[in-house]
């Protein structure tokens, strides 16, 4: 038997397999939170403003909530303004060019907006107004001036004001006055701030305080705060509380798009994709990346029972490879290749690949590699093996083969079975192997075994069978086997014949031949065959090894072709095996010819069959040269049946030789 190497260049992950291409989650998006407490930050600047969201290895960025309470930000009216600014007017708007003059006017407006409302909550604050204080402090905190924003805050927290105190919170926390900024969160929450509870609850977490932590996170999530329920939910799956869902989906519902991802991912951990699916959506649909990522993998794992899903699953990873998501880009080129369009599935790889993902470099190379230009092959390659990807050392050990530079390819092969890739720890003991060092080469078989490669496996088996050690070499055999590798199945069966258990022998013959071992399924057809109670199976299993190449299934279903009488589907499986090097295929081939007068072309296949050592085709050439009347023709041809066999033909040919010599000698 032979010794295994799988050679799985640039292959597909099931995005579940193993390591499924999707998942493993990347680095988050930024914090945002709420204004409903008139914060001054707004949603892109609120990661340097509080302690920021933990989310248990699966960091994310939830959404901005909508905001509400007493004393939410001032929104100014119509007349408001045209008192504070006058009539809009028409001698102040600049035109400009290339039809720039709406957006001229619109910034225009925003920023006298602006400096209106300044000017009236700064003349209101500096005479005393507490809550144009509170405006003010929040207009400069949003601004970025943190020294002009801080005595107006300062003035209206301590007047009482919780969304000053909360805004005040944030500010000094900014600042680095990170015990502060709590003094005045507490106050803030205590007076009923769910955003400061919030802050507060995070400050606290980080600091270690886990318990006081989930008592303000969870007053906020109870005010309907989605942040708040959000990291409570976080802190409870980080404990593993089953309650952590409940949370996750209250965050959910108010539109937090990370809680309704995080969501999705327990309840594909649970086994209800159905569900998982839904909050996959409901993410993706406001833009979260990893979540398109997701659902394209489970609409594609459902595209072989309705096609539709492939185009969705497309529309998904699309969504989210333009989001910057590379993993999403890279399945996206996958889904393209299968459905027979390599160009695009290039272009998507090679985004992925610059983005650094591995697999994508690794996916290039192998194409590459499929179109000859091992340069190119090369060099994705060493991308893949740059971002981390030890499948690129691996790879660029198996192109080095396949160029016959052994001694590079020992080295990569190496490289990559020390970082732990187990089909090249496989590749490296059958190098080692084959030149003859068995106690350098067992170790790593011995390692990609245990670390679940069934070629390692099934040569360990071979490497303990050739040493005579036959139950060492049977358990491994059965590893593999139970992964369903075929070939260490087939040797199992053999076994189990060899000792007359035919069941046993049956059952794993059955598993080799399911396994793809074509010898495997034409064993199990012989057996079957002998048996004579399953001549329905027997063909099934006779055409399973014979469509994989079996050149003795295909010259036996040419022959139970030929007995019911399908004499062209006969000749088909004939000529393929005989085509192959099949000496009996070609025998059989002659026959048919022959019976179908085609005398000239019966010939050649008998020669053929003669020339390859079939003593019955010698014998045939031997009586068609005596027809001829070429008799030194024929007596070669019966010394050579003679010589070939079997002990019928032989005898027969020789009492034929027999014959030519009294007739040559007369």
């Known amino acids: 038997m032979k010794l ?29 939170d709420a204004d409903t407490e008139a914060w ?45 600014i006058g009539p809009y007017g028409t001698a102040s708007v600049s035109v400009e060019p290339d039809g720039e003059e709406e957006t001229s006017f619109e910034s225009a407006l925003a920023a006298r ?3 209106a409302l300044e000017s009236r909550h700064r003349q209101a604050a500096d005479g005393g107004d507490a809550n144009a204080a509170s405006q003010l402090g929040a207009l400069l905190l949003r601004r970025g001036d943190l020294e002009d924003a801080e005595p107006y805050l300062r003035s209206a927290a301590a007047a009482g004001l919780r969304a000053a105190a909360n805004n005040l919170g944030v500010l000094l926390h900014q600042r680095g006055h990170r015990a502060e900024a709590a003094q005045w969160w507490r106050q ?11 802050a507060l609850g995070l400050q606290l977490r980080d600091q270690g305080e886990e318990e006081a932590a989930e008592y303000w996170l969870h007053f906020a999530a109870e005010q309907g705060h989605p942040l708040g329920a959000y990291a409570l939910g976080d802190l409870m ?36 994709k159905e569900t998982a699916e839904t909050w996959y959506r409901t993410a993706a649909a406001r833009s979260h990346a990893r979540a398109a990522l997701r659902l394209g993998v489970l609409l594609e794992e459902r595209a072989h029972q309705d096609p539709a899903c492939a185009d969705e699953a497309a529309r998904w990873y699309r969504q989210a490879a333009q989001n910057g998501e590379a993993r999403a880009a890279c399945a996206l080129g996958f889904l393209l290749r299968d459905a027979g369009d390599p160009t695009a599935a290039a272009e998507w790889w090679q985004e992925a690949a610059e983005a650094g993902d591995g697999m994508a470099a690794n996916a290039l190379g192998a194409l590459h590699a ?99 050690e036959q139950q060492q070499a049977h358990e491994w055999y059965a590893r593999a086997a139970a992964e369903g590798h075929g070939e260490a199945a087939l040797q199992l069966a053999v076994a189990q014949e060899q000792r007359g258990n035919l069941t046993g022998a049956l059952e794993r013959y059955r598993q080799a031949g399911s396994g793809g071992s074509a010898e495997g399924a034409f064993r ?55 085509e192959a090097g099949s000496r009996s295929a070609a025998f059989n081939l002659g026959l048919l010819l022959a019976r179908q007068d085609s005398e000239a072309e019966a010939m050649l296949w008998y020669t053929r069959a003669a020339d390859a050592g079939h003593g019955r085709a010698a014998l045939r050439l031997a009586l068609l040269a005596l027809r001829r009347g070429e008799p030194l023709q024929a007596e070669s041809y019966c010394r050579r049946a003679t010589e070939y ?12 030789l027999g014959a030519l010599h009294s007739e040559l000698s007369a």
């Not at 092959?377 to 093996?385: D, L």
Request: net charge negative; with cysteine; glycine share 12%.
């Open 237 to 272: 799956e980080h404990r593993r509380d089953v309650r952590a869902e409940r949370w996750f989906r209250a965050a959910a519902d108010a539109g937090h798009r990370e809680a309704a991802y995080r969501l999705a991912r327990m309840r594909e951990a649970a086994g209800d």
């Open 645 to 656: 066999g079997p002990a019928e033909v032989a005898e027969r040919a020789a009492r034929l």
């Open 40 to 84: 001054a930050i707004g949603p892109e600047d609120t990661q340097r403003a509080l302690p920021t969201q933990r989310t248990s290895s699966l960091t994310g960025g939830p959404e901005p909530a909508a905001g509400s309470g007493p004393e939410r930000l001032v929104h100014v009216s119509a007349q408001q303004l045209l008192d504070a």
């Open 370 to 468: 499929s179109r000859g230009e091992a340069a190119e092959a090369e060099r994705w390659y060493r991308v893949a093996m740059d971002a981390g990807d030890h499948n690129g050392a691996f790879n660029l050990g198996l192109l080095c083969a396949g160029a016959g530079r052994e001694a590079q390819a020992e080295q990569w092969y190496r490289r990559a079975a020390y970082a732990g890739h187990r089909e090249a720890c496989n590749a490296l003991a059958v190098v080692l192997l084959q030149r003859g060092d068995e106690s350098g080469a067992e170790p790593w078989f011995s390692k990609a075994a245990e670390a679940g490669s069934v070629d390692g496996a099934f040569n360990l088996g071979v490497l303990h069978a050739g040493r005579g």
């Open 4 to 32: 295994i190497g799988r050679n799985d260049t640039g292959a597909r992950p099931t995005p579940a397999k193993g390591t499924s291409t999707a998942q493993a989650d990347g680095a988050g998006e930024p914090l945002r």
């Open 113 to 115: 907006e602006q400096a």
């Open 188 to 198: 803030a929450a205590v007076a009923g701030s769910a955003p400061a509870a919030h």
């Open 524 to 578: 199990l057809a012989s057996l079957l065959d002998r048996r004579g109670d399953a001549d329905e199976e027997a063909e099934h299993w006779y055409a399973v090894a014979a469509d994989a190449g079996h050149r003795r299934a295909q010259v036996r279903m040419g022959v139970r072709a030929a007995e019911r009488g399908a004499l062209q589907i006969a000749e088909s499986w004939y000529r393929r095996a005989a």
